[in-house]
């Protein structure tokens, strides 16, 4: 979402803050906006609504110009998208911060300001980091001194970058839990959110630990915190390819997308959520008022994402206690839907321009809804554009056409959803609390998932000569096993289908025998003896198992049955953990049968046509 660049030079910084904007543009944002420093003009500030070609506009008007200067995008959550509340934010035309993250303590820490005389301009969370920051670095008279103070008194995450007006060769910045880059030039030095803003003046960046704070100057870079190596041995030179385009090591996308999962998800966790609960206006200005109407939910999707919406509808019923449809575009956009009163309507589409969805959403936009939300991962297109509120992603451009980082982050997003409602219906603080630090806990759970990657490898080698495959769930992992399927016959080309395990006697045991393997996802939840019941039906008829399983499951080691055993973890993000082995078992059987992984034939990644 946010996007931060800061520059101290020795030449005009007004370009290359514009230049980190336009790059970080894909992030999503509502306003954007500059402050530069020069010796003739002082502190010299240019915030506008809407895209940064306008701020772009503004500059070639205004032309302000100095040699330190700090710029960002903001996508709205404390105040709506104004010129007023855009960053960056100033304190006595002296200080100038930005900032990402949610600053949870800020109502206390205004109150307190305004007793001692600060007047407030916004309504944002970050200027109170100004005035503290003005209050602070006027008490102590020094201006990392000045900082430290400030940051002892922020409860929440963040990232900021400050320029101060009497230390006029020098930019601070500081990150706990919001990621920060420090980019190293030739007599200038930069920091950002995404080294992908600072890739036209440099290639060799310090990725920034928690809880560090870095002084900039044009020769020189310190960085205060627990790490005490040298910023040479650091310094982490980047290729001269486009990052989005960049596989890294890896041998295709997919797998590099598979593994970029942890990060995927931690940045869409960041800022949206509390040790208390899930923040209403992490999804948009008046959010929290039609929540609290809400009575009703209907989920519209295609693909992988109206899996996640199935894994949804179970979260809402159960956690919120709200009914919930899910639908497939391409059917809900050619009949008529009895809609219950105050439904809120949520699409789905990791590109926000699948046709069959932004068809059945504009089919379906009228009085029967109380409003519309879209959860997507590419900010500015249609179904945000459209939409009365929106979610986004924060998967990072995905490039591989079986969607893998895209699919876990909706997941995470959704159960966000699925709490803030749930809150607005007698969801209580405990529970709340529960499910935050158990979704909180899922990019830990999913890197412990990763490190499986060489047993699932051998897995995938018995399935090379297999033609079909089975994928039984129960409960939310219904879903998973569908998504199972799907990602196999997506990029190997076996025939693969999903099924509740429950229905198994019901038709799919006629197709079980010693030539069809059948995959069950186990995880150790209340449906689990259930499940193991209709494991007993496959062995009885010779067919050949694979059991995803959670570690403390008792299941036996016995002939034709394969176990991979999971970490242990909290039910409700099990969906989250349990695709990850699936998505890595489609992965390498279609690397041993030879397929292209990435551009499977006949699919393409946004699909834009009926």
Not at 400 to 425: E, P, R, W, Y
Not at 506 to 512: F, K
Request: net charge negative.
């Amino acid at each position: 979402m946010c996007g931060i660049v800061a520059a101290v030079t020795r030449r005009d910084v007004t370009g290359i803050l514009l230049e980190g904007l336009q790059r970080l543009e894909y992030r999503g944002y509502d306003s954007a906006g500059l402050t530069v420093f020069g010796e003739t003009d002082g502190l010299q500030r240019i915030r506008r609504l809407g895209k940064v070609s306008e701020l772009r506009s503004a500059c070639e008007e205004h032309k302000p110009v100095g040699f330190v200067g700090i710029a960002h995008t903001r996508w709205a959550t404390h105040g709506k998208p104004s010129e007023n509340n855009a960053h960056p934010h100033i304190s006595g035309d002296q200080v100038s911060v930005v900032h990402n993250g949610i600053v949870e303590n800020h109502e206390e820490l205004r109150s307190e300001l305004q007793r001692q005389g600060y007047s407030f301009v916004s309504e944002t969370d970050t200027e109170v980091i100004a005035h503290l920051l003005a209050l602070e670095i006027g008490k102590c008279g020094d201006f990392r001194g000045g900082v430290d103070c400030v940051l002892d008194k922020l409860e929440g995450s963040y990232a900021i970058a400050v320029q101060h007006t009497g230390y006029p060769d020098l930019l601070m910045a500081a990150r706990v839990g919001s990621p920060l880059v420090v980019g190293l030039g030739i007599g200038e030095n930069y920091v950002a959110s995404d080294p992908q803003a600072l890739r036209p003046v440099t290639d060799r960046f310090v990725f920034l630990e928690e809880g560090e704070v870095v002084e900039l100057s044009a020769k020189k870079v310190c960085i205060f915190g627990h790490n005490s190596a040298s910023i040479e041995s650091r310094t982490v030179k980047l290729d001269e390819r486009p990052e989005a385009g960049d596989k890294g090591n890896y041998r295709h996308h997919m797998l590099k997308e598979i593994f970029d999962q942890p990060d995927a998800l931690r940045a869409t966790l960041q800022g949206r959520i509390t040790g208390e609960g899930v923040l209403d206006s992490a999804f948009g200005a008046g959010a929290a008022e039609i929540f609290s109407q809400v009575k009703a939910v209907q989920i519209v999707a295609c693909g992988s994402s109206f899996y996640t919406g199935l894994v949804a509808s179970y979260w809402f019923e159960q956690i919120a206690r709200l009914p919930c449809r899910v639908e497939i575009a391409s059917e809900l956009r050619y009949r008529k839907v009895a809609v219950l009163e105050d439904t809120l309507l949520v699409t789905i589409s990791q590109s926000g321009e699948t046709a069959d969805t932004l068809a059945a959403f504009r089919h379906s936009t009228d009085s029967r809804y109380l409003a519309s939300l879209c959860i997507c991962n590419v900010p500015n297109s249609s179904r945000v554009r459209e939409s009365d509120f929106s979610l986004m992603i924060e998967a990072g451009i995905e490039i591989c056409v079986a969607s893998t980082k895209a699919f876990t982050n909706q997941l995470a997003d959704l159960l966000m959803l699925v709490i803030a409602l749930g809150k607005h219906n007698n969801l209580s603080g405990a529970e709340q609390q529960e499910l935050v630090q158990a979704l909180s806990a899922a990019p830990d759970v999913v890197e412990k998932v990763l490190k499986l990657d060489d047993e699932i490898k051998k897995i995938a080698q018995r399935f090379v000569e297999k033609n079909h495959a089975l994928f039984l769930g129960r409960g939310t992992h219904y879903p998973i096993a569908l998504e199972g399927a799907l990602k196999l016959k997506e990029i190997s080309y076996i025939h693969a289908e999903g099924y509740a395990a429950g229905e198994l006697k019901h038709g799919p045991l006629a197709l079980v025998d010693d030539d069809m393997p059948v995959i069950a996802v186990a995880p150790g939840d209340e449906l689990l003896e259930k499940l193991k019941s209709n494991l007993q039906e496959v062995r009885a008829r010779g067919g050949e198992l694979f059991i995803f399983a959670d570690e403390n499951s008792r299941f036996p080691d016995e002939a034709g049955t394969t176990i991979l055993r999971l970490p242990n973890c909290h039910s409700v993000i099990a969906p989250l953990v349990y695709v990850v082995p699936m998505q890595l078992l489609a992965y390498h059987v279609a690397v041993f049968k030879g397929t292209d992984v990435d551009q499977p034939r006949n699919l393409a990644k946004s699909v834009t046509v009926e």
